[in-house]
């Protein structure tokens, strides 16, 4: 695995915004970038996925199947039902 530091992956994350892109230029999994970027206590592009969630949800609302949705934005089932129930959630339960 390519010897990737903290300073590089925060330019990467800043120019390709997730970790299946960074790990696509190295020729690693996703995987590897996030626990790269874990290793180095380094938070997830939060922006690119909270503007995913609410496009995910305006799709659910229109009656898109979650199926059609997942493959869509190529997440799996479960993690498409995850983020509509934290799209309906109350901002107080968020916080708990």
Do not use: W
């Amino acid at each position: 695995m390519p010897r990737i530091g903290k300073q590089q992956i925060i330019r990467l994350q800043k120019k390709y915004n997730s970790d299946a892109k960074i790990g696509q230029l190295y020729g690693i999994s996703r995987q590897a970038i996030y626990q790269l970027r874990c290793g180095y206590d380094l938070p997830p592009v939060k922006i690119k996925n909270h503007d995913r969630d609410r496009l995910i949800k305006q799709d659910f609302d229109q009656g898109t199947p979650v199926a059609a949705i997942a493959k869509k934005y190529k997440l799996s089932r479960m993690q498409i039902y995850r983020i509509i129930k934290k799209q309906d959630a109350p901002k107080s339960e968020l916080s708990d």
